[in-house]
């Protein structure tokens, strides 16, 4: 069975084809940063009009290499969580795709889809598990029992990991989004330079919070100056990281402590970042536990991930009605989970 994934709810525009596996057949990337830095964010309303001006090249790109649309068996989409407008551009073009073909179509959640990044690897992880997913919108660690279960422990009660690195980023003028930019100039910075806050120190509980990091960064910046340069600007940017790493990984190992599961998945657009990285790989071997990586590219947003969620969910006989809407919310604890039979 091959599945066209299709993903539009923020800023790329993407589809991909995977197949039996799931592996990955093609991967097409339409990225809007260029559009959206200018602006310093995502503007929704720019956003959704160049989904729509891209979006056919794209799914048309991703198809071509496999002998086009005919090979297709089924399509799935992101339906939420995201911006409503941008959503909906990808809905309806996987709506008239699957119609037109007369196949299946599945709507398909997109923090599911950064989870499922792990299934395209030849060794997908093992269940039960914990997956942290840690992007622009979201941080939150969950339960995994299986595919389709996914039992929240904990997320962030103020911005996402994403967010801070992204703000803070903004402050500094390294451009949008500044999450990889901080990792860049952190290479050569000494993590230790600046004592930087670390919100909800414990792991008590699994929860997160940013706003405090994100704030003291930002006055730091503005207490010298408004502008750093150089190493200090590198020791900043590597202190900023590491506080982000400390409290991402040690809240996962802990709550895979608590859960009594055998490694961590981490997902979304900051798992990218090198140090989160390297220090999950770090404390999940101290504590005898693995830690599944995806590989970069499928870390930030892709459809082949969506492509990956729907598949499984495709496989199980599950489908999405015509009917149905795009959700600007949709907690991943919502979901349901497929039949096996
Ligand atoms: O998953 P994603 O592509 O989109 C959302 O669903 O939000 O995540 C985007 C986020 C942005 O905040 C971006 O700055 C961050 O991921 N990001 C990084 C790195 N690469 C992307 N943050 C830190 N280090 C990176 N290397
Ligand atoms: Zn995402």
């Known amino acids: 069975m091959k599945v066209?994934?299709?993903?539009?709810?923020?800023?790329?525009?993407?589809?991909?084809?995977?197949?039996?596996?799931?592996?990955?057949?093609?991967?097409?990337?339409h990225s809007q940063v260029k559009t959206h830095a200018q602006f310093g964010g995502v503007v929704p309303e720019?956003?959704?009009?160049?989904?729509?001006?891209?979006?056919?090249?794209?799914?048309?790109?991703?198809?071509?290499?496999?002998?086009?649309?005919?090979?297709?068996?089924?399509?799935?989409?992101?339906?939420?969580p995201g911006l409503v407008g941008c959503l909906l551009v990808g809905a309806q073009v996987a709506k008239g795709i699957a119609m037109a073909r007369g196949i299946p179509m599945v709507g398909v959640n997109h923090l599911e889809g950064h989870i499922s990044a792990a299934l395209l690897a030849q060794e997908a992880p093992s269940?039960?598990?914990?997956?942290?997913?840690?992007?622009?919108?979201?941080?939150?660690?969950?339960?995994v029992q299986s595919f389709g279960s996914y039992e929240l422990l904990g997320g962030t009660r103020d911005?996402?990991?994403?967010?801070?690195?992204?703000?803070?980023?903004?402050?500094?003028?390294?451009?949008?989004?500044?999450?990889?930019?901080?990792?860049?100039?952190?290479?050569?910075?000494n993590p230790k330079a600046i004592s930087l806050p670390r919100g909800m120190n414990t792991t008590k509980h699994f929860d997160f919070s940013f706003s405090g990091l994100k704030t003291a960064g930002i006055n730091y910046i503005r207490e010298h100056g408004g502008a750093l340069e150089g190493q200090e600007l590198n020791d900043f940017c590597a202190s900023l990281q590491e506080a982000i790493a400390?409290?991402?990984?040690?809240?996962?190992?802990?709550?895979?402590?608590?859960?009594?599961?055998?490694g961590i998945v981490v997902a979304g657009g900051v798992a990218a970042n090198s140090r989160v990285r390297a220090l999950l790989e770090e404390r999940c071997h101290n504590n005898k536990m693995w830690a599944f990586l995806?590989?970069?590219?499928?870390?930030?947003?892709?459809?082949?991930?969506?492509?990956?969620?729907?598949?499984?969910?495709?496989?199980?006989?599950?489908?999405?009605?015509?009917?149905?809407?795009?959700?600007?919310?949709?907690?991943?604890?919502?979901?349901?989970?497929?039949?096996?039979?």
Not at 5 to 20: N, W
Not at 51 to 76: C, F, N, R, T, Y
Not at 246 to 262: F, H, M, P, Q, S
């Open 4 to 29: 066209l994934g299709i993903e539009t709810s923020c800023d790329e525009t993407a589809a991909a084809v995977v197949e039996d596996g799931p592996k990955i057949l093609t991967n097409i990337i």
């Open 46 to 80: 720019i956003a959704s009009r160049e989904h729509i001006h891209k979006i056919v090249e794209v799914v048309e790109q991703a198809v071509e290499p496999l002998g086009g649309m005919s090979e297709i068996d089924g399509v799935a989409v992101t339906t939420g």
């Open 127 to 143: 269940y039960p598990h914990v997956a942290l997913v840690v992007s622009g919108g979201h941080t939150h660690l969950y339960h």
């Open 159 to 189: 911005d996402a990991a994403g967010e801070a690195f992204d703000k803070v980023a903004k402050v500094l003028g390294l451009g949008y989004p500044g999450g990889i930019h901080v990792d860049r100039l952190a290479q050569d910075g």
């Open 246 to 262: 400390d409290i991402l990984t040690k809240k996962a190992v802990a709550a895979a402590k608590r859960c009594g599961v055998e």
């Open 294 to 341: 995806p590989p970069r590219v499928l870390c930030t947003d892709n459809a082949a991930m969506i492509a990956a969620a729907g598949w499984t969910r495709l496989q199980n006989g599950e489908t999405t009605p015509w009917s149905t809407e795009v959700r600007s919310r949709w907690p991943l604890g919502d979901l349901e989970v497929p039949s096996h039979d």
